[in-house]
């Protein structure tokens, strides 16, 4: 399979250890960033993971924040993507036999590199178990985003340059 | 306390959706439940809950089976930040860091008592602002 991986700075360490583990499986890898711990922000990584899947230049996306939940939450805004927040095989192996769920966000601050790989093995091994009623499920979910905005590369242009200019400022 | 809660669940979470709201009522919080009366799917429940709080504000919760369908749904409201949620560090974390302003519980994943924790951190944990305000306006930019 092709796999499209993303985290931001808090976990790389653990996004770069599931490459090798998916390279070593024999899976082909996009990783679309962060490559570093340099402080950066996570809807960035996650639309880039599942715009790869949208477009179909990966099969699946698999990616990874503090919790899972921020960059979940990006790349389940994305049109044509069905991202599950998972830290259980069996949650996995539902999102995929049920939801047919093309990307899955695990914490690397709640999952141990134990249960990521498990999930990752169970996840990637099941297969969409198509009913009439999972179908129009997944159709209502898909019909929900109408804009692609995989064109636009400076989508996050005006937040970055606010950024820099010190308006994200934390209270001390 | 002023503070809107709406909940709502599809027909495989109604038994969990009772007690969470059971439960929220004896710590003293008022709820609206917005499927009392009707045998919903996740869609249908999902939107009903993002789009009261879309409206009113305040914070949501959803329950299905494993959360994830409801947890696809609510995230495809522009406006909405949805957290699917098992464990209590994940229900603080997002509410302080993601402005998380509605949760999953998956009813066939958790057990009561952890649910419970969830929900207490939910409604209890404050939004943190500051650096994390950047990502909140990236997610909202997408849909």
Same mark, same amino acid.
């Given at each position: ?43 960035? #990584? ?81 297969? #969409? ?19 692609? #905005? ?23 | ?14 038994? !969990? ?21 009707? *045998?919903?799917? !996740? ?7 993002? *789009? ?18 409801? !947890? ?39 057990? *009561? ?31």
């Amino acid at each position: 399979m092709i796999i499209s991986i993303g985290c931001d700075h808090i976990v790389t360490e653990i996004k770069d250890h599931v490459k090798q583990y998916l390279i070593d499986l024999g899976h082909s890898v996009i990783d679309v960033g962060t490559y570093d711990k340099i402080r950066t922000h996570y809807p960035i #990584y996650g639309k880039l993971a599942a715009e790869r899947v949208a477009t179909k230049e990966a099969d699946v996306g698999i990616i990874f924040c503090g919790t899972a939940i921020g960059i979940t939450v990006a790349a389940s805004k994305i049109k044509g993507v069905r991202a599950a927040v998972v830290k259980d095989v069996q949650t996995a192996k539902y999102a995929k036999k049920t939801l047919n769920a093309n990307v899955i966000g695990m914490g690397g601050r709640v999952c141990g590199i134990g249960l990521i790989e498990h999930i990752i093995d169970e996840f990637l091994n099941a297969h #969409y178990q198509e009913t009439e009623e999972n179908k129009k499920l997944i159709q209502q979910i898909d019909e929900m985003v109408k804009e692609d #905005y995989s064109q636009d590369k400076g989508f996050f242009d005006e937040y970055l340059a606010r950024w820099e200019q010190g308006d994200y400022k934390d209270e001390s | 306390m002023t503070k809107k809660i709406f909940i709502g669940s599809d027909v495989d979470g109604l038994e !969990f959706k009772n007690h969470i709201k059971a439960f929220l009522y004896q710590k003293g919080y008022s709820v609206n439940d917005l499927t009392e009366n009707i *045998k919903a799917d !996740f869609v249908t429940s999902s939107n009903l809950v993002a *789009k009261a709080v879309l409206k009113h504000g305040g914070q949501g919760i959803l329950i299905d089976e494993y959360g994830m369908g409801s !947890f696809m749904v609510a995230n495809r409201h522009k406006g909405i930040i949805c957290a699917a949620l098992s464990d209590e560090h994940s229900a603080r974390m997002t509410r302080e860091h993601n402005n998380t302003s509605i949760i999953t519980l998956g009813s066939g994943v958790v057990g *009561k008592r952890i649910a419970e924790q969830i929900v207490m951190r939910f409604v209890t944990s404050d939004y943190a602002g500051g650096r994390h305000q950047i990502r909140i306006d990236m997610l909202n930019k997408l849909c």
